[in-house]
């Protein structure tokens, strides 16, 4: 007898709603996975089932399940992604639904407010000051360290950041006269 038709039987014993045997059908699930059509879809593994499904429920033919991702918190999102399947007993097809929802799973940065650290790195600059986040490539062109201003965090929150700032800084110094100098990474000229 196949997993799937393993599965076939279990959920034939149940009543349509939410399955309580959770244990029982994961297993089943997990080990008839690579049966179904499309249970690939979305970067899913048979490994990733077990103890991760979620508000699974049996509605004859389909049993459908939600289920915890965590792709973009690999690259430092505090957001993981909830997949909704059905699993479709009759047609042997585990169908990735278009209704994924995020989930924060981490602790957000805080938001950053960049107009003080614009104006104080605009006085430093309009005053040619000398300070370890300026390098001075001459008396009318400066580059900003801008690793020293805003931290690093997760990457698009950086870069949102650090975007921000620059925009901020540029318009705040183009009054006197300075301007980004283009192809230059950070760097001002007046």
């Not at 931290?151 to 929150?157: F, H, I, N, V």
Request: proline share 5%; hydrophobic share 35%.
């Amino acid at each position: 007898m196949s997993k799937l038709q393993e599965l076939r039987n279990f959920l034939s014993k149940l009543a349509p709603g939410p399955v309580v045997d959770i244990d029982g059908a994961e297993r089943l699930l997990y080990e008839s996975w690579n049966e179904l059509d499309g249970s690939g879809d979305g970067g899913m593994r048979p490994r990733k089932l077990p103890n991760r499904t979620e508000s699974m429920a049996w509605n004859p033919p389909l049993l459908e399940f939600q289920i915890e991702r965590h792709g973009a918190t690999v690259n430092g999102s505090v957001y993981a992604g909830v997949q909704t399947w059905w699993v479709d007993t009759q047609n042997a097809e585990a169908i990735l639904t278009d209704s994924e929802k995020k989930r924060l799973v981490g602790e957000r940065a805080k938001p950053l407010n960049v107009e003080p650290i614009v104006r104080e790195i605009a006085e430093l600059i309009l005053k040619h000051q000398h300070d370890s986040r300026l390098k001075w490539l001459s008396p009318t062109s400066v580059r900003i360290d801008i690793s020293k201003l805003i931290s690093t965090t997760s990457a698009q929150t950086t870069s949102a950041r650090r975007r921000r700032f620059k925009k901020a800084l540029e318009k705040r110094l183009s009054i006197s006269g300075w301007h980004k100098v283009p192809g230059k990474l950070n760097t001002f000229s007046l």
